[in-house]
């Protein structure tokens, strides 16, 4: 942790507050940080943490300050500094942030505090059947049982209910007041009413008895007579309340598991290896927080790979479901990149290291989905607003309540009845927990699909998206040339073999593409000599006793080769179906066509399927000629009149703009350095999407990074954003519908304050509950 004398640079620090309970909590914090200058700041009540923005040097003292004024502990978790220099001990402050926020290791104080809570529900839910037991059954009620029910009610609403109670002084001693607040008040006047009917009103006569009801008695007008005991009340609603804040401790921390889980992926040590000037190397076993950008690490079949790399010797199957979801291992070979974290399947892999610590893509992984779930969606903003001036509202109805009670002729026990009815079932625990918990379980299970979401504004606009652009290259395709067709004039492989021989030769993709679809058809290649490039033009070569030409027809006029009609036919339709096709000729004259072309995604077409299922019109933009185009959106299910073609890097946001400012709401995908802005022009109004495979320039520009590089987690992952967003709806109708019907019902004195506590209670755990369900989403 850092000192609390440090000044935060610009850039951001995490905070972990302790001991909110409540939508109130959270808006005093807030209130409390914000008011610091230069300090922009979000609390989230779900990883029970605070994100915060600093626009000038702030001390850490002076925003911890700030949390103890508004009543809480803090402590900072993590530092970003805006030139995002990070000491060595980030990693593991990243993961103390975590475990503060979602409260998995078991010495955080989150989890001592799950603890303290299972402790008093324990004592308190002993001790509160016998005292419900005497009061609601006369057939148990011996001479003096209600001393006895005194004597096991006072630990459950002192001791079971200390957490409420000091709360709520907490917020007093401040001038505020809290979800808290409510409770204790409730169950401080049910028990003192109650000593005052035991001990002044007559209740304590030996022999005296109690019936219960299911609403309270309420009298006739004027009566006086003997005064109910609410012990039983006061018990129930503390063991209720308990039960419930030890089941939202308990449903947090099964929300952070794929967090959770994420942060534990990474490898625990690693094989060094060292080369000495003599070039023979020695292996050294080291934790991998030793790991420097450039150090050479081995990893054998079974070993996780211990960070980011480039393969430098070796080849093997990587099994990289833990990041991406992919089940099917990807083969890779020297001069490959590998992911942190992921399991070497088969080989024995030399990989250097090319990045550590916290630029890794699992750290990255990491603190994204903790931004995401430290933010808040506007809805969330309006929730917060409402609980802000909730609580006073409700103490003041409840008074209300009493003074209209005692006016209209009822006897006191009715009208404090219908008060504390109206304290407790107000407590709109519900209404904190509505939207943090789903954001939380809706980015974790994201996360888990291979999706990283920012923030959680992001859910609030997938709800209006109506069109999505891809841009086509290493989005809808592979990004790679691959030898596609072959159209001899005469023999097959002869075509193929020589063409690939001199092919090899060349660096050129095109080349390359050829020589690989070659090698792979026929095995090995023969050798070439005599090899010349002509920029922009073809190769030669002289292969097997042969003078071999690859290249554009022209070109080949220009040599004197002689171009069958047949084959100036078969390239000029390869050509014309979008297809980048070369004329082989050896010999004199043109013997074949080979064609190649960037290959569709084998899963592309599911997700331009999946996107119109969600309402979404895709449109294919490219800088590739209509031709080319519209082959690949014919093949992927996009109609041609929604091909965007031959547009130049520097018109992409263009396209966007204008197709916004026809009225779409836009989602963009790209994954290259020309999408960047295009990406960023879509997130103004609607979504950014990063191929996870693309460049880091997309990947920051965006919203949403698809970290497979399946184009079918671009409708997942509006799919998912969705779900979150309904559940969070649910969860605030749920929690405003609940205290809208109940509280009328507890002034009206229709409701007993045992069964006002229980319902309050039950809302939390329904809303948690709910939330719980996107763990299968997507």
């Known amino acids: 942790m850092s000192s609390p004398t440090q000044t935060s640079p610009f850039g951001e620090v995490d905070l972990a507050v302790e001991g909110m309970t409540c939508a109130s909590c959270v808006n005093r914090v807030e209130k409390k940080l914000n008011a610091l200058p230069g300090v922009s700041a979000t609390v989230n009540l779900a990883t029970e943490s605070a994100h915060v923005t600093l626009e000038e040097p702030v001390a850490d003292a002076d925003l911890l300050a700030a949390v103890e004024r508004a009543g809480y502990a803090g402590s900072v978790t993590r530092r970003h500094t805006a030139d995002d220099e990070h000491d060595d001990d980030a990693?593991?402050?990243?993961?103390?942030?975590?475990?503060?926020?979602?409260?998995?290791?078991?010495?955080?104080?989150?989890?001592?505090?799950?603890?303290?809570?299972?402790?008093?529900?324990?004592?308190?839910?002993?001790?509160?059947?016998?005292?419900?037991?005497?009061?609601?059954?006369?057939?148990?009620?011996?001479?003096?049982?209600?001393?006895?029910?005194?004597?096991?009610?006072?630990?459950?609403?002192?001791?079971?209910?200390?957490?409420?109670?000091?709360?709520?002084?907490?917020?007093?001693?401040?001038?505020?007041?809290?979800?808290?607040?409510?409770?204790?008040?409730?169950?401080?006047?049910?028990?003192?009413?109650?000593?005052?009917?035991?001990?002044?009103?007559?209740?304590?006569?030996?022999?005296?008895?109690?019936?219960?009801?299911?609403?309270?008695?309420?009298?006739?007008?004027?009566?006086?007579?003997?005064?109910?005991?609410?012990?039983?009340?006061?018990?129930?609603?503390?063991?209720?309340?308990?039960?419930?804040?030890?089941?939202?401790?308990?449903?947090?921390?099964?929300?952070?598991?794929?967090?959770?889980?994420?942060?534990?992926?990474?490898?625990?040590?690693?094989?060094?290896?060292?080369?000495?000037?003599a070039g023979r190397r020695t292996e050294e076993r080291v934790p991998v927080e030793r790991l420097r950008v450039g150090d050479l690490f081995l990893v054998r079949p079974g070993e996780k790979v211990a960070t980011d790399g480039v393969v430098v010797e070796g080849s093997s199957a990587v099994d990289t479901s833990m990041l991406t979801g992919e089940p099917v291992p990807v083969d890779v070979a020297e001069g490959d990149a590998v992911t942190g974290a992921t399991v070497n399947a088969s080989g024995r892999l030399l990989v250097r290291a090319t990045r550590v610590g916290e630029e890794t893509t699992l750290a990255q992984i990491g603190r994204l989905v903790t931004q995401a779930q430290t933010g808040k969606a506007p809805v969330q903003r309006l929730a917060d607003r409402i609980s802000a001036v909730f609580v006073p509202v409700v103490i003041v109805v409840a008074l209300g309540t009493l003074v209209v009670w005692l006016m209209s002729g009822a006897n006191a026990q009715a009208s404090f009845t219908a008060a504390v009815a109206v304290l407790i079932i107000a407590c709109p625990c519900a209404l904190g927990l509505a939207t943090p918990t789903a954001l939380l379980v809706g980015s974790g299970r994201a996360s888990q699909l291979g999706i990283l979401i920012k923030g959680p504004e992001i859910l609030e606009s997938t709800r209006r998206i109506d069109t999505m652009v891809l841009d086509k290259t290493g989005t809808v395709t592979e990004g790679r040339m691959r030898l596609a067709d072959v159209r001899p004039a005469a023999d097959r492989a002869e075509l193929l073999r020589l063409a690939g021989a001199v092919e090899a030769a060349s660096e050129h993709p095109i080349a390359q593409a050829v020589a690989a679809g070659a090698a792979a058809e026929l095995g090995d290649l023969?050798?070439?000599?005599?090899?010349?490039?002509?920029?922009?033009?073809?190769?030669?070569?002289?292969?097997?006793?042969?003078?071999?030409?690859?290249?554009?027809?022209?070109?080949?006029?220009?040599?004197?080769?002689?171009?069958?009609?047949?084959?100036?036919?078969?390239?000029?339709?390869?050509?014309?179906?979008?297809?980048?096709?070369?004329?082989?000729?050896?010999?004199?004259?043109?013997?074949?066509?080979?064609?190649?072309?960037?290959?569709?995604?084998?899963?592309?077409?599911?997700?331009?399927?999946?996107?119109?299922?969600?309402?979404?019109?895709?449109?294919?933009?490219?800088?590739?000629?209509?031709?080319?185009?519209?082959?690949?959106?014919?093949?992927?299910?996009?109609?041609?009149?929604?091909?965007?073609?031959?547009?130049?890097?520097?018109?992409?946001?263009?396209?966007?703009?204008?197709?916004?400012?026809?009225?779409?709401?836009?989602?963009?995908?790209?994954?290259?350095?020309?999408?960047?802005?295009?990406?960023?022009?879509?997130?103004?109004?609607?979504?950014?999407?990063?191929?996870?495979?693309?460049?880091?320039?997309?990947?920051?520009?965006?919203?949403?990074?698809?970290?497979?590089?399946?184009?079918?987690?671009?409708?997942?992952?509006?799919?998912?954003?969705?779900?979150?967003?309904?559940?969070?709806?649910?969860?605030?109708?749920?929690?405003?519908?609940?205290?809208?019907?109940?509280?009328?019902?507890?002034?009206?004195?229709?409701?007993?304050?045992?069964i006002a506590g229980a319902a309050m209670a039950a809302s939390s755990v329904i809303v948690v509950a709910n939330s719980l369900r996107l763990r299968r989403a997507g």
């Open 91 to 277: 990693d593991e402050h990243a993961l103390a942030g975590h475990e503060h926020g979602a409260g998995e290791d078991t010495s955080s104080p989150a989890e001592q505090r799950q603890a303290d809570l299972r402790r008093r529900l324990r004592v308190a839910g002993a001790l509160t059947v016998p005292v419900v037991a005497l009061s609601m059954l006369p057939a148990l009620q011996f001479p003096g049982w209600q001393w006895v029910v005194t004597a096991l009610a006072l630990p459950v609403v002192t001791w079971g209910a200390w957490p409420f109670h000091r709360s709520a002084v907490k917020a007093a001693r401040h001038g505020a007041s809290t979800m808290d607040t409510l409770v204790s008040l409730g169950v401080t006047a049910a028990t003192l009413w109650s000593l005052w009917a035991l001990l002044l009103g007559g209740a304590g006569e030996i022999g005296m008895r109690m019936t219960p009801s299911l609403f309270p008695a309420q009298g006739a007008a004027g009566e006086v007579g003997m005064p109910e005991l609410y012990f039983e009340v006061a018990a129930v609603v503390t063991t209720f309340l308990l039960l419930g804040r030890y089941a939202e401790s308990r449903s947090r921390r099964r929300a952070g598991d794929a967090l959770r889980s994420l942060l534990s992926m990474g490898a625990k040590d690693v094989a060094v290896v060292r080369v000495d000037d």
């Open 526 to 754: 023969p050798a070439v000599t005599d090899f010349a490039g002509h920029a922009g033009r073809g190769v030669s070569g002289r292969v097997e006793g042969r003078e071999v030409l690859v290249g554009r027809p022209a070109w080949l006029a220009e040599q004197g080769v002689t171009v069958p009609d047949d084959v100036a036919t078969d390239h000029h339709e390869a050509e014309r179906s979008g297809a980048t096709a070369v004329v082989v000729a050896w010999d004199g004259t043109a013997r074949g066509v080979l064609a190649v072309r960037d290959t569709v995604k084998a899963t592309s077409a599911q997700a331009v399927a999946r996107l119109r299922e969600l309402g979404v019109r895709p449109i294919l933009l490219t800088g590739d000629n209509r031709a080319a185009a519209e082959a690949v959106a014919a093949e992927v299910g996009i109609p041609a009149a929604d091909v965007i073609a031959e547009v130049l890097p520097e018109d992409k946001l263009d396209v966007v703009a204008r197709l916004q400012g026809e009225g779409r709401v836009v989602a963009m995908v790209g994954d290259g350095v020309n999408d960047a802005a295009a990406l960023a022009q879509a997130g103004q109004q609607g979504l950014g999407l990063a191929m996870g495979t693309g460049t880091d320039v997309a990947i920051e520009a965006s919203d949403i990074t698809l970290v497979t590089g399946d184009l079918r987690a671009a409708p997942t992952s509006i799919s998912v954003s969705r779900a979150t967003l309904r559940v969070i709806k649910q969860n605030l109708f749920w929690a405003f519908a609940y205290n809208v019907a109940a509280i009328p019902l507890a002034a009206f004195g229709l409701l007993n304050p045992m």
